[in-house]
């Protein structure tokens, strides 16, 4: 079953469409609590309809995470290409994990790693890749630039950042029903900043914070 999910490819549009309705479930709901009836029944669709394209729901797990990751892979290089300088990376990122982030339940990521270990590995590769990856790239710029420190240790201070990504999610250190996931997104990422930023980039954060507050 794993390597028949690791190997799925999204070449139809009704693939895509299941799809995504799917992921929108899971976040409400969280994976475990969702059925491929609950699945056709929000699309007014047929399961054998989804069974066309789908041999089972560790298929659909794996296609809508893999959706998610490439839509949030994309928004991320957006914010990486199109931003005036590393702080503003830092801004602009911080936007889009809010934008992506607030639907999804903490549950999400314990079914994850439970049940469906094809979608589990295909987040610990995004993390391990392309998202470490945008984080040293954006280190160094900061440090090129002069608004992080030069005495980072890139490679410890990236991987620190790209666990910390992860951590809101944890229930056992932030409960939900204690917590506002989008704070201690926010929180988090403020904390980063002001930890690897000089004194130059500490007054640009400053900067940003009052234009993000006024707006």
Not at 26 to 49: N, P, R
Not at 61 to 84: I, R, W
Request: charged share 25%; with cysteine; net charge negative.
């Amino acid at each position: 079953m794993e390597q028949q999910a690791g190997s799925l490819q999204l070449n139809s549009e009704i693939q895509v469409k299941i799809a995504t309705a799917a992921f929108e479930l899971f976040c409400e709901q969280g994976i475990k609590g969702v059925s491929m009836d609950d699945i056709a029944q929000h699309l007014a669709m047929s399961k054998k309809t989804i069974y066309k394209w789908y041999s089972n729901k560790d298929e659909v797990v794996y296609a809508a995470v893999k959706g998610f990751l490439d839509k949030m892979g994309h928004d991320s290089e957006c914010c990486l290409s199109n931003s005036e300088n590393a702080v503003a990376q830092l801004f602009n990122i911080m936007q889009t994990v809010r934008q992506l982030f607030v639907s999804i339940r903490p549950a999400v990521f314990h079914d994850l790693r439970k049940y469906h270990p094809s979608a589990w590995k295909l987040w610990q590769d995004h993390k391990c890749s392309f998202m470490l990856g945008s984080i040293k790239q954006n280190l160094r710029q900061g440090i090129a630039e002069g608004l992080f420190r030069k005495d980072l240790d890139i490679e410890i201070v990236a991987r620190l950042r790209m666990n910390m990504v992860e951590l809101p999610f944890d229930p056992h250190v932030f409960p939900q029903h204690e917590f506002n996931l989008q704070q201690v997104q926010q929180e988090t990422l403020e904390l980063y900043m002001l930890g690897i930023a000089t004194l130059k980039g500490h007054k640009l954060i400053n900067e940003y914070k009052h234009i993000k507050e006024d707006e």
